[in-house]
């Protein structure tokens, strides 16, 4: 079967970690994540949902990203768990295909409503008296909209130029997952265009976005630096602390796995690990730190569950 020429094989073969010594408990440790990622999210999302003052342009990017987070955990950490747990490491070629299109569209999202959010947070410091005319609804949608066209545009070019490969060396996939990188490598036919493509979606994903959301802080910074008041600062300030935390979960372990791999030889098993964590952490972080640090959050879950308790007591006197 590896030895044949395939224009189009039937399935490709998964083959995760190497030798890794009590593999078993990293994939029950990754069922936790995602069980924790599913609560911390819906979590989240019903809690936008059903408060009234959070239907505002900002939850909607909130709301945006719990959700990328969501789907994004869905797309990868059950078929990871069902791969290797069950050991079902053969995969069809159209559904590799489609794993490798779910998995990075939900993380080029996820990269772009971030910097959707330093958007948001660069009007409301700088601009702070014209925030709500410019921040809309409407602008958020269009905004979103156009984020989640773009990516699924990009990715469906991207994971379409495999399909013009032949694949007549092996059929074994270095990687947890149908990877972009070690799926195109594997032909033996010209992959030049795909690694083009690869680089383009890397420095979309991972550059831009870097550089977008450090320029809007740099101005962030000259605002601060205006405003005369130390503690108007330190509250304007703290209403970008989650953002950033944010924005650092998410991004440092991608630059710190790509610039590693371009500048040293990583052993596969670490790479595997850093990039399962890279794809699942921070959609279980997310939601916490949300919670955790926007005081407009927990003011409405603390409302929320005050309102369920009077309806249950009134409920128990009838």
Request: glycine letters at 2%; proline letters at 3%; one cysteine or more.
């Amino acid at each position: 079967m590896l030895n044949d020429t395939f224009v189009r094989p039937a399935m490709f073969y998964l083959y995760g970690f190497s030798d890794l010594p009590h593999a078993t408990y990293f994939y029950v440790f990754l069922c936790f994540v995602y069980i924790m990622t599913v609560v911390g999210n819906g979590f989240l999302m019903s809690v936008i949902y059903l408060v009234k003052t959070l239907h505002s342009a900002k939850y909607m990017i909130v709301f945006s990203l719990a959700l990328t987070d969501l789907c994004g955990s869905t797309a990868l950490i059950p078929k990871v768990l069902d791969t290797f747990l069950f050991d079902r490491r053969y995969i069809v070629y159209e559904a590799c295909l489609s794993y490798m299109f779910f998995v990075w569209i939900f993380a080029f999202v996820q990269s772009w409503t971030l910097v959707t959010m330093s958007f948001d947070r660069f009007v409301a410091i700088c601009f702070p008296l014209r925030y709500h005319s410019i921040v809309t609804k409407s602008v958020v949608a269009v905004i979103l909209f156009f984020v989640w066209f773009c990516s699924s545009a990009l990715l469906m070019i991207a994971v379409g130029l495999i399909n013009r490969l032949s694949f007549c060396r092996s059929l074994v996939v270095q990687s947890f997952f149908c990877d972009h990188g070690p799926v195109y490598r594997l032909a033996c036919n010209d992959t030049s265009v795909n690694y083009i493509i690869a680089i383009f979606v890397l420095v979309v994903i991972m550059c831009i976005p870097v550089v977008l959301i450090a320029l809007t802080y740099i101005c962030v910074a000259v605002a601060l630096s205006r405003i005369t008041s130390g503690a108007e600062r330190v509250k304007a300030l703290k209403t970008c602390t989650s953002h950033i935390i944010l924005v650092t979960i998410f991004f440092l372990p991608l630059l710190v796995t790509n610039i590693a791999a371009l500048a040293t030889y990583i052993h596969p098993n670490i790479r595997i690990i850093n990039s399962t964590f890279t794809h699942t952490v921070p959609a279980l972080l997310n939601p916490i730190i949300y919670s955790l640090k926007t005081e407009e959050v927990m003011t409405s879950v603390r409302r929320l569950f005050k309102n369920k308790r009077l309806t249950i007591k009134r409920l128990s006197r009838r």
